[in-house]
């Protein structure tokens, strides 16, 4: 009887728990949603598109697959980045396509309990955080949690969609 209580209510924690990968960009930690992540890849060399946006590196070809590659650190306006043996190219599904979304390095998947998510500050019209679902907290660590599908539509990813078609 106490192995049922006890199966029961690690059911119920594991239910309110969260998945996410963690990320770095210069000096910060995010995370997303692990369960739109495809893949991980390397930084190779993309094809530029004439006209795209500064954050679009270009397009590469995955498998027959025609993947637009978004930089974070162009997008979050963070510095020039540096494409080295740590950078990757985190492979999403969002909103039924793929996109690469270039990151300086990847750490690892981290499990957050709903209690360990706390609201996004309100920082007025200063900086976007309407993309953020919330800050994400272990021990001494922070994980800036990114709604990815919010970043990634909108009038972005009807340009993503005219790079891809």
């Known amino acids: 009887m106490i192995e049922e209580s006890q199966s029961r209510q690690s059911a119920v924690a594991m239910a ?3 998945e996410f990968l963690a990320f770095r960009l210069g000096e910060e930690e995010y995370g997303i949603d692990i369960h739109k992540v495809q ?3 390397g930084y190779d060399a ?3 598109i004439a006209n795209a946006p500064d954050f679009i590196k270009g397009v590469v070809n995955l498998r027959g697959i025609i993947v637009p590659i978004v930089d974070m650190r162009i997008k979050f306006q963070l510095g020039t980045p540096t494409y080295d043996q740590f950078t990757v190219v985190i492979v999403l599904n969002v909103a039924g396509r793929v996109i690469g979304m270039v990151v300086d390095s990847v750490s690892d998947v981290m499990t957050l309990a709903a209690e360990q998510i706390k609201p996004a500050p309100e920082m007025g019209s200063v900086v976007q955080t309407e993309y953020l679902t ?3 907290t ?3 660590r922070m994980l800036i949690l ?3 599908d919010k970043l990634m539509t909108g009038s972005e990813i009807g340009l993503i969609d005219t790079l891809s078609a």
């Open 16 to 18: 309110h728990t969260l």
């Open 39 to 41: 893949e991980l890849r």
């Open 46 to 48: 993309v094809t530029r």
């Open 134 to 136: 919330g800050i994400g």
């Open 138 to 140: 272990v021990d001494e």
């Open 146 to 148: 990114v709604d990815i």
